[in-house]
């Protein structure tokens, strides 16, 4: 099963760039970039990676992305990224970045994109792994702030698969962001956003009803608002679950408890994703895996989540093709 699992071409949807950084390449950057570290050695920087839910975990975060200075730096961190993704059969990844979480430290926008770009380019080339950019918006932060970034990113427009919307989600609802994201849908830019992560199902319905989302990141929480569930599934709406995040997030206590198996048994349209895989303690195979183990799915569950991916992901019909 694990050889299966492995083999099994599979397109992760939701993954934050900054936290596929591994402590071995945070130190490797510290030291390249002359930046201190609050931690002696890797193993104290894993040690250090116990949540309590979400905040606890992007004050970690956030913190880890200081060492990101230069578009090598970035390069470097998504290339890592591409290989060890690569090597567990994932064949297509959708980046998000959080260009805020940048910009604040003073790092242009233009080193990010243009160092992720660069490793989404190279990996096409030399790993046949395919790749989209969703450019995240701190939710957290002032929606002006969003717009500002939004009208700034006008030289990658281009570049940017999609546009989300991540962070602290209690207390910012997306109704918070319906003139950023009117203002990307008139420039024809799709929109996805975290929504029934940890806040309520009534956040799933504003992302749809205000922000004309194609995806909702987690969801989990629709389970709670039954007229919701019916019209996710109407809609085949992609859910892009985050099993190993949960967990460690304590969305969910342990991974026997996730929903997985009701939002599936609900016809959900449901993909498997990795989150942040340097601080939730696995990448897609792991994920795939220990749902498989605790909810004993079959290889054409499997399979078929895997498809759920494809069919949905943000790539051109003839790379969709070979990939089917
Ligand atoms: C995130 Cl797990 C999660 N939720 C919301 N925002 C995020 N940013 C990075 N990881
Ligand atoms: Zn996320």
Redesign the pocket.
């Known amino acids: 099963m694990q050889d299966f699992i492995t083999r099994l071409p599979k397109a992760e949807l939701h993954l ?1 760039i ?2 596929s950084l591994e402590p071995e390449l945070m130190f490797a950057l510290a030291e390249r970039n002359g930046v201190a570290l609050p931690y002696a050695s890797v193993e104290e920087v894993r040690a250090a990676y116990q949540f309590d839910d ?1 905040q606890s ?2 004050d970690l ?1 956030y913190q880890g992305m200081s060492v990101l200075r230069t578009a090598e730096d970035f390069f470097d961190l998504a290339m890592d990224y591409f290989r060890r993704a690569s090597a567990e059969g994932v064949v297509h990844v959708e980046l ?1 970045f ?1 260009p805020q979480a940048h910009l604040s430290r003073g790092i242009e926008l233009g080193v990010v994109i243009e160092g992720l770009a660069r490793a989404c380019r190279l990996a096409r080339r030399e790993l046949d792994l395919s790749s989209a950019l969703i450019m ?1 918006f701190l939710r957290d932060r002032p929606a002006d702030e969003a717009m500002q970034v939004l009208e700034r990113a006008a030289p990658y427009w281009e570049m940017l698969d999609a546009i989300g919307l ?4 209690h207390g910012h609802p997306p109704e918070k962001f319906v003139e950023v994201f009117e203002r990307a849908r008139a420039l024809g830019i799709a929109r996805v956003a ?1 929504a029934g ?1 940890e806040g309520p199902p009534a956040y799933i319905t504003q992302a749809l009803d205000l922000l004309d989302v194609c995806r909702i ?2 969801g989990v929480r629709c389970l709670e608002d039954p007229a919701l569930v019916t019209r996710l599934r109407e809609l085949q709406m992609p859910l892009t679950v ?1 099993p190993l ?1 949960n967990v460690k ?1 304590k969305v969910v206590e342990r991974i026997d408890d996730h929903p997985l198996p009701q939002l599936l048994e609900a016809g959900l349209l449901l993909t498997i994703n990795s ?2 895989p340097a601080y ?1 303690g696995g990448g897609m195979h792991d994920n795939f895996s220990a749902c498989q183990r605790a909810f004993g799915w079959s290889e054409a569950t499997l399979v078929g989540l895997a498809r759920n991916a494809i069919d949905v992901a943000f790539m051109d019909d003839a790379r969709r093709a070979e990939l089917l």
């Open positions: 934050h900054e936290g979400l975990f992007l975060y998000h959080d995240a991540d962070s602290a989600e975290h992560e990141d987690h985050c995040s997030l989150d942040d939730f």
